[in-house]
T-cell receptor
Framework: GDSVTQMEGPVTLSEEAFLTINCTYT??????LFWYVQYPGEGLQLLLK?????DKGSNKGFEATYRKETTSFHLEKGSVQVSDSAVYFC??????????FGSGTQLTVLP | EAGVAQSPRYKIIEKRQSVAFWCNPI?????LYWYQQILGQGPKLLIQ????????DSQLPKDRFSAERLKGVDSTLKIQPAKLEDSAVYLC????????????????FGPGTRLTVL
């Protein structure tokens, strides 16, 4: 079945540091890939998505590129802010159009 | 546009008791999902509704969990009797049905109900 493996956390960075959170997936066919973010006390929000190979999703300074050859969708940001502190989930939507999530990565950004 | 509403936000019960959670999706969204998110894990789909019909409940523990979506709008998820391992956040999400070939309908999530079973 479909699965998503995320880099284990927690991750602690200083403000303005570079962020990478690794994500790899297993799925049949051509899934769509997503990053969701969960801020403290709030629901999950879609951060960015990519629907086909080599697509780059981007939002709020975050980027991720759909790499079919390595089955990866790593999340990056060049300069993190304290307000980026949250839990980040990688997810995929396969042929059943249902979301399969990774286990999440807790990011804490220190001032 | 109002988001997905859920209540209660927190619930503490003892094992073997019953509990119910309520979800009101975004107006006009025909598809509704219930997820279980255990601490340290990603959300896991329990059940998916399309209007008032069940699309997928393959991961719903039907011996103790039940869900309904009468009239195709609000939904209720019930656990009876609860076990310690049911402690989790229960998330409701909704999406529209307008679908283009190959597209994905974004799921919008509510804030969740945090259940603690003692």
């Amino acid at each position: 079945g479909d699965s998503v493996t995320q880099m284990e956390g927690p991750v602690t960075l200083s403000e303005e540091a570079f962020l990478t959170i690794n994500c790899t997936y297993t799925a049949t066919g051509y899934p769509s890939l997503f990053w969701y973010v969960q801020y403290p006390g709030e629901g999950l929000q879609l951060l960015l998505k990519a629907t086909k190979a080599d697509d780059k999703g981007s939002n709020k300074g975050f980027e991720a590129t759909y790499r079919k050859e390595t089955t990866s969708f790593h999340l990056e940001k060049g300069s993190v802010q304290v307000s980026d502190s949250a839990v980040y989930f990688c997810a995929l939507s396969g042929s059943a159009r249902q979301l399969t999530f990774g286990s999440g990565t807790q990011l804490t950004v220190l001032p | 546009e109002a988001g997905v509403a859920q209540s209660p936000r927190y619930k503490i019960i003892e094992k073997r008791q019953s509990v119910a959670f309520w979800c009101n999706p975004i107006s006009g969204h025909a598809t509704l999902y219930w997820y279980q998110q255990i601490l340290g894990q990603g959300p896991k789909l329990l059940i998916q509704f399309q209007n008032n019909g069940v699309v997928d409940d393959s991961q719903l523990p039907k011996d103790r969990f039940s869900a309904e979506r009468l009239k195709g709008v609000d939904s209720t998820l019930k656990i009876q009797p609860a076990k310690l391992e049911d402690s989790a956040v229960y998330l409701c999400a909704s999406s529209s049905t307008t679908r283009l070939a190959g597209s994905y309908n974004e799921q919008f999530f509510g804030p969740g109900t945090r259940l603690t079973v003692l």
